[in-house]
């Protein structure tokens, strides 16, 4: 429980001490008015048994001093009113502390998720290369979701009612101690043999949810990223049938997670009404006096009545808090991993763009200096002691059989993967962790695989813009540039804004590429790196769009992976590939003139 309560701490600590201080006031707070109002009913309830005995005790003479003299009835009237509005303010006083309780844990989760977001997406990308996104979304909605509502909003209410527990034992202290000392050793006893068997069995359940959830999560999350291949191979009953079996294993430990709460609770239940009646009973049989009893025990019955459910339910919470530990442990497991890079990276006045702040300056070229490339755990490496320079404003080309290495020096380029070894240079800047985000707000981007929101599709191109900061006379720049414009403006319903569905199944795979071109210019990069990005369009409009790049930005890079060498025919300089390496450079006349190899590579594209 200990280490529960330190992990927690370090989770609410960001979110602000004051909130998590101001929380257990109120709680505190809550248990003390509590605990008051029960007490208060003590002197009620001995006036109504007895008043004369009443006015000759302690309590009485100091009750009857503070509301004044009067007749029994007042006396008992002002008693039970006074008991009645504490209730009253008791309880109205708990609702307002759940409410804050409620809200306080909730906003947790939500700063944790925000927090754990800008964590993950501040990693290597070499890091998402090797996690299932299925369990980082697990981690984000569930785990998040649950270090909230089943660990911080149980904790903090466990607070509070052990607080009034414990209050309420010292008043039944005062007036039976004997039945505390009982009780505590009962407690004892119970939590000894009855309880911890019940955790550890409710532990290892919950160990079983936590791997159900990832595997259900996992199959989701397979069968509908992939849907279309799913249907139309008609493999349907399989998928079904692992989304049923994952689901199965989870159904049956989360059956059991309502009993193993239960289970103490009852036991509890049947101990407390038990002790009581067994010491009424023997309290009677010792020849005590029943009427001097009779407040004691209608006293000793409210404060069980109060405790009871208060018992209950924090036994039902600690249950709720083991069964929840694993959420925890995973959660911390995730901000123990550190990120990349710092969230503030440093910037060199020197290197950035006049009236660009976040953009990297480069007049020269970009070098790759005896780069070395190994994906982790792959035997041999993607990229082999490449030395390469590209002059700015050049276009650049690579080319060559599947496997070369082609993306990989594109993911190296734009920051994506870390050299194993060897040094990439902007100008003669080292391209390092602090100032990549300034070299990516200098380059345009458009991937192998594209990614669309399910959004407008203003807001697509304008990626990572609120819908009411995007430009609209640049998003139809960047449109026209790539040959999107037309089929927007006329063959979508909205025009601009027409949402493309998600990951923009209502588009055909030409309009996408369109669409990711726009965006890659959309923030008027002074690099453009297209990985394949222009496969999916037919010969005329990939010229279109060629022609167009170089009549309107002219002294753009543009660095290009192409698999048809017609795409990059006019290219200044075309670098062949094979195994990780660059075998020879130079334009497509001279290498159609002196390289069979590449000869062979055009020829079997005709
Ligand atoms: N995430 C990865 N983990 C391990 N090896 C990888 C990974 N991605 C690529 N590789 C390997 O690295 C080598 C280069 O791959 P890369 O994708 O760069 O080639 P490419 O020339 O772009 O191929 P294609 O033309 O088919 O896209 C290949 O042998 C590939 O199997």
């Known amino acids: ?230 249907i139309a191979s008609d493999r349907k009953d399989y ?108 910037r060199p006045a020197d290197v950035l763009v006049p009236g660009h702040a976040d953009r990297l300056g480069w007049s020269r070229h970009i070098r790759f200096e005896n780069v070395v490339f190994r994906y982790d755990g792959a035997d041999e490496p993607a990229i082999r002691h490449l030395d390469l320079t590209i002059a700015k404003g050049q276009r650049v080309a690579f080319v060559g059989s599947t496997g070369s290495g082609k993306s990989t020096l594109i993911d190296l380029l734009i920051g994506l993967l870390t050299p194993t070894s060897g040094r990439i240079l902007i100008d003669d800047v080292p391209l390092t962790y602090d100032n990549m985000h300034l070299w990516r707000q200098a380059m345009g981007y458009v991937p192998q695989e594209l990614f669309l929101l399910d959004s407008s599709i203003a807001e697509n191109v304008a990626f990572g813009c609120e819908a009411d900061e995007v430009d609209r006379a640049r998003v139809l720049r960047a449109a026209e540039i790539a040959q999107a414009r037309d089929f927007v403006e006329t063959g979508q319903a909205e025009g601009f804004d027409t949402v493309v569905g998600e990951r923009g199944v209502r588009l055909s795979g030409g309009q996408r590429q369109r669409l990711a071109l726009a965006r890659a210019l959309y923030f008027e990069p002074n690099v453009l790196i297209l990985d394949e990005a222009t496969s999916a369009l037919d010969p005329v409009t990939e010229r279109k769009v060629t022609e167009a790049l170089r009549r309107d930005s002219a002294d753009m890079t543009v660095i290009t992976v192409a698999h048809r060498i017609g795409t990059v025919r006019d290219y200044d300089v075309i670098h062949y590939m094979e195994h990780g390496r660059i075998l020879f450079s130079g334009d497509y006349d001279s290498l159609i003139a002196t390289q069979e190899r590449f000869r062979g590579l055009v020829s079997n594209q005709h």
């Open 1 to 230: 429980m200990l280490s529960v309560l330190n992990d927690l701490y370090r989770i609410v600590r960001p979110s602000g001490l004051k909130r998590l201080v101001a929380v257990l006031a109120v709680t505190f707070l809550q248990a003390v008015v509590q605990t008051v109002a029960v007490f208060s009913l003590m002197p009620f309830l001995s006036a109504v048994a007895d008043v004369a005995a009443f006015r000759r005790s302690f309590v009485g003479r100091s009750f009857v001093g503070l509301v004044g003299e009067g007749s029994d009835n007042r006396l008992m009237l002002i008693a039970g009113s006074a008991s009645l509005a504490l209730l009253v303010f008791g309880n109205l006083l708990s609702l307002f502390a759940e409410h804050h309780r409620n809200r306080y844990a909730f906003t947790i989760a939500q700063d944790l998720r925000t927090s754990l977001t800008a964590q993950i997406l501040a990693r290597r990308y070499s890091y998402f290369l090797g996690v299932n996104s299925s369990v980082l979304l697990k981690h984000l909605m569930d785990d998040a979701g649950r270090v909230a509502s089943e660990i911080a909003l149980p904790a903090l209410d466990l607070a509070s009612r052990t607080l009034v527990v414990l209050l309420m034992a010292v008043s039944v202290l005062f007036v039976e101690p004997s039945v505390i000392v009982v009780g505590a050793v009962v407690v004892l006893l119970f939590n000894l043999f009855v309880m911890k068997p019940i955790r550890k069995r409710a532990l290892a359940n919950s160990n079983t949810i936590m791997l159900g959830f990832r595997r259900l999560h996992f199959e989701l999350f397979q069968t509908l990223g992939g849907v279309k291949q799913v």
């Open 239 to 346: 998928f079904v049938n692992r989304v049923s079996q994952a689901s199965e294993q989870l159904t049956r430990a989360m059956a059991r997670v309502p009993l193993y709460a239960a289970m103490p609770r009852s036991g509890f239940e049947v101990l407390v009404f038990g002790g009581m009646i067994v010491w009424v009973l023997s309290a009677i049989m010792s020849g005590e006096n029943l009427t001097a009893l009779m407040p004691r025990i209608g006293f000793i019955a409210i404060v069980a009545y109060r405790m009871m459910p208060s018992l209950q339910i924090m036994f039902a919470q600690a249950a709720m808090i083991n069964s929840a530990q694993q959420a925890l442990a995973e959660v911390m497991a995730l901000i123990a991993e550190q990120p990349a890079f710092s969230a503030d990276p440093a």
